[in-house]
């Protein structure tokens, strides 16, 4: 049902809207292809993938809440807090005629960061990860406690945005019959913003388990459009991802995402 209410309001939101093309609209389609801008801003992603599970029967919608909420501290730097809740709705896993939907565990990310591009023109962040046990059922989490650190690191050249994202997340408390967790995220991304505010993306969102030796590779491609409602104004994106590897029992082949991000520019 949460699927289908947040599906509803992705189209409604597109139909509804007319695109953004003042220039300060290109100012913030700018904002959103860093994640340490200091700009408010809330996205609503679905992802789904399929062919889950040791007979490949599974699936999985994940949609993550990711409020982006800067600070800041004093005329040099800026702290960016990115929360990720996720909201998951999975069925036949880990076997067919078994599934569970509910929260799963939040990743809480803060980034110190120059209020300033360097004299080389880069944009960078440092600062902890935390991973807060929330999960409502046992299955969608790993009912542990984690911290780690983290970086952001990019640069804007025009239109042109390159970077990298990652972290890496230890347990240090939790429930001492599940797995211990120590795993590796990196996200390179490159996105192209057009005159219509139109971004294309392509990213890796690659972790490695150290405890279990196994890598996850997804490649993404998103196509995202700056548009207004109203006085409001958001993006909305879509995309394909391709599993170039998977862990044993991880999704297979091809998955999709669906994005809705709501910004409240000061």
């Known amino acids: 049902m949460q699927t289908k209410r947040t599906l509803l309001f992705f189209i409604t939101a597109v139909l509804l809207s007319v695109p953004a093309f003042g220039q300060n609209d290109a100012e913030l389609a700018k904002k959103l292809a860093n994640p340490v801008a200091s700009l408010i801003s809330v996205p609503f992603q679905a992802n789904y993938d399929s062919n889950i599970g040791p007979d490949e029967e599974g699936s999985v919608w994940r949609i993550n809440i990711q409020p982006v909420v800067p600070f800041k501290l004093n005329d040099n730097w800026n702290l960016i807090s990115r929360t990720i809740l996720p909201i998951i709705d999975q069925q036949d896993i880990p076997v067919a005629g078994s599934g569970e939907s509910g929260i799963g565990d939040i990743v809480q990310s803060f980034f110190f960061s120059p209020a300033s591009p360097t004299s080389g023109g880069l944009i960078w962040g440092v600062g902890p990860v935390l991973l807060l046990p929330t999960a409502s059922e046992a299955a969608l989490g790993g009912e542990k406690t984690g911290i780690g650190p983290t970086f952001v690191v990019l640069k804007q050249q025009g239109a042109l945005t390159l970077g990298a994202l990652g972290n890496h997340i230890f347990s240090i408390g939790g429930e001492g019959d599940r797995a211990d967790i120590n795993v590796t995220f990196l996200q390179p991304f490159a996105s192209y913003i057009t005159k219509t505010r139109t971004t294309f993306s392509l990213s890796t969102e690659t ?34 991802r391709y599993w170039a590897e998977s862990p044993d029992g991880g999704p297979q082949n091809w998955g999709a995402r669906l994005q809705l991000v709501l910004l409240f520019p000061k």
């Not at 279990?212 to 409001?232: D, R, S, T």
């Open 207 to 240: 972790t490695y388990d150290w405890e279990n030796e196994a890598w996850a590779v997804p490649i993404m491609f998103n196509v995202a459009q700056l548009l207004k409602a109203g006085p409001q104004i958001f993006q909305v994106a879509a995309g394909a």
